[in-house]
Each structure stands twice: as structure tokens, then as C-alpha cells.
């Protein structure tokens, strides 16, 4: 089944102002042509003294609105149709001045005039002096316009092109592209709660060891993350990482098997959807002792019990959320991801084919195959563990319309 990017065929507005971070809009202009948008670009006067006009019209291919005098009127744009059939509007870098002139309502030149004209989101990646950002008509600005629904990406904390370090560094182009990705998604999931598990859990041996695995919970996080920018209430069952919760995102934090099953087992009716990508120890330690077991003898035996299986018991239950599982396989991996589906009754099973390269564990890629009820797939190749959450996240909606 063919996955078309979030992103072909969007008509995306770029803004550019002067600061010196001008030349990365240059790079994220390239990023989201890349991935098939329809790219304009209105620059300030200011921002021509940074990168030149032509270098994005030579990149965009098409003419950029700015202050200049154009000798050809022919392919001119104007500040109105550079806005027409918008999905979105993002001005990278934007300085102090674009945001208060847009704060204050001021139209005085190409990009402010095309801002008033606009009826689609607008997304801002504020770049300046870290004294500049603190400055307090700048934050009053910022929370104007936020109020108002314009959203912002945060600037990064490092070294400035003053020479200081500080907050106000253009965020990365990473993030200003994911950013507007998740404003450009459908909320479906609004009014809705999904709970997710991450990571490992840990079972103790005594008191200072335990048994575990090599989760790092990012698949689970990047899951908790696509729900949220679908619009979903996202309650996240996390065994220890040592990852920062995402944000807007309920945390439960959780170490044992035990403890996991309990936390979900009290959200998951609330629940519209329950995915487990946690990591789950499928055996605990018998006995373990609150103490630290000393080295006394030659030998040592432990004897392990077999943890509750926290997907199969939900599976269980009449009415149970819709219920995605992981499958995390070296041999047959196809065939045990399908019997995994069935025995645990899901209705849809994310298979982890551990042998594929750029799949497993600490990776930041993934390379899975989502299997639905019917045994539909679709097999995804090697990709950022964040794209791979928002196609299981599109994968589940799309079920559920159909199912529940
Ligand atoms: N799972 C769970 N509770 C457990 C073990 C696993 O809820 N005690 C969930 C995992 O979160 C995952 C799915 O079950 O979504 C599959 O887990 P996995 O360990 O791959 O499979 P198992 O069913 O445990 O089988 P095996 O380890 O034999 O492959």
C-alpha cells in the first residue's frame, strides 16, 4: 500500500526575515520541496541582504515576493495571490521586528501585507539575541499572537552569532519541519483518549539489581507524540527511559510488570485505543529480596515466573479499546506476528523484523510491518521512528472508522 508524504502537495508559505539564520531557510526550503510541497517564499528587504532572491527562486523555481523592483512584471507575485489556496504559513527565521509588526498589526511591506492576507495556520521559528528574546514587549508580542493561535517553535539554547550562548538559536530544521507537519495533520482523534506503554519494565532480583531489557521506550514516545498532534488525550505507561516526556502528554511512570499492568488496566477504559509498545519482561524473578544479595556462594540460581500478559488479558475483556500490539521477531517473523494477532485478539500488530537492518532497539530508525485483522500489510522500509509512529497512528485511525 503506498504511503504518500503528509507533506506532497501542500502549498506552504515561506517567510524569510534578516537575521543571520537566514541561509537555513535556504535548507528548509530544500527539505520541504524534497518531500513534495509547494514552496512560495517572501523575503524581507532586510533578509535579501542575507541570501539572495535568487537563490530561492533558483531552489523554489518559482518568483520570490520581495521589496526589490522587478524589470520582469511578467512572472512578479503579489502579496495577496502569494497566499491564495494556503494550507500553511511558516516564517523562518522571523526577528523581533516581523513578530511585533504581525503582533501589532503593521502591513508595511510585502511579507507583512501577505501575513494580514493569510487564512491559513501560521507557524513562527523566532531567531535573535538571547537578550532580545527575553525582551519583555517581545514576550508580551509572542503571547499576543499565541493567544490569537499563531504557533511558535521554540528557538534552541547555544552559541549566538553575537558570540554568546544563550536561548535564542533557530530551532533545528528537524524540529521546524516536524512542527509543521503535526499543524497540517487532521485532529480525528479530538476528544479522544489513546494510552500508549513505552520502555522496558524491571523486574528485581534484590535490592539493587533487576532483571530487563534493551528498550529505550523511543518507539513508544515517537506513538505518544503522532497521537497527540492527531489531537488525542495521550496518557503514556512508561517503564524507565531516559527520555524527556513528551509534551501535553499524561505521564505514568511505572517499573515493574506488575506496576504497568495495574496502570493500564485502570486507563484502558477510558481508552479508545491501547497501544503496547512497551517492552514488557515476559519472566520476573520468583522471590527477590529487599536486600542486597551477597556473594556467598559459588553459584547462584534464580527461578523465574512468568509475568502476567497485559495484551492478552485486555484482549480479553468484552468491549475492549481498539488494540494495536508490537511483535519484536527473529525467525518466521511474518507468520509469529499474525498468531501473535490472533492469540492475543488485536486488531492490529506492529512486526518488528529484528534481522532488517536499521530495525530494533536503541536505533532512531525502525523498519516494521503493520498487520491488520484481515492480514492486510503494510511493510514499511527504514525510516525515523517518528514517521513510522505516524503511520501506525494513521493506520489505527483508518481501522477504527471502519470498525468502532
Ligand atoms: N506484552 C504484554 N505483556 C507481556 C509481554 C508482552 O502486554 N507480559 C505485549 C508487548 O507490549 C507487545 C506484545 O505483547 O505489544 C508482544 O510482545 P512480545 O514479547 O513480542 O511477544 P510475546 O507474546 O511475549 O511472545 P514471545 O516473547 O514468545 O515472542
Known sequence: MEQRDLLFGKRILLG????????????IMRRLKDRGAEVRVAMTRNATSFVSRLTFETLSGVPVL???????????IGHIEITDNLDLALIAPATANIIGKIAAGIADDSLTTAVMALDCPL??????NDRMYRNRVLRKNIKTLAE????????????LACGVIGEGRLAETDRIIQDLSSLLLSKDLSGRTVLVTAGPTREPIDAVRFISNASTGKMGYALAVAAKER?????????????????????????????????????????????????????????????????????????????VDILRELGREKDHPF???????????????????????????VMNDLLRQGSGFAADTNAVTIIDRSEKKIELPTMPKSDVARIVINAAIALMQQTH
Request: net charge negative; proline share 4%.
Open 16 to 27: 524569510v526575515t534578516g537575521s543571520i539564520a537566514a541561509y537555513k531557510a535556504v535548507e
Open 66 to 76: 520581495c521589496e526589490e523592483f522587478r524589470r520582469d512584471e511578467q512572472t512578479a
Open 123 to 128: 507557524l513562527i521559528a523566532p531567531a535573535m
Open 148 to 159: 490569537m493561535g499563531v504557533k511558535f517553535v521554540e528557538p534552541d539554547c547555544g552559541s
Open 231 to 307: 489531537g488525542a488525550d495521550v496518557i503514556l505507561i512508561s517503564g524507565p527511559t531516559q527520555l524527556a516526556p513528551p509534551q501535553g502528554v499524561k505521564m505514568i511512570f511505572v517499573v515493574t510488570a506488575q506496576d504497568m499492568q495495574a496502570a493500564v488496566k485502570e486507563h484502558a477504559r477510558q481508552s479508545s485505543l491501547v497501544i503496547m509498545a512497551a517492552a514488557v519482561s515476559d519472566f520476573a524473578p520468583l522471590q527477590s529480596s529487599g536486600r542486597k544479595i551477597k556473594k556467598e556462594s559459588a553459584s547462584l540460581s534464580l527461578q523465574l515466573e512468568r509475568t
Open 323 to 349: 488494540l494495536v500490539g508490537f511483535a519484536a521477531e527473529t525467525d518466521d517473523a511474518e507468520e509469529n506476528a499474525v498468531k501473535k494477532l490472533r492469540d492475543k485478539n488485536l486488531d492490529m500488530i
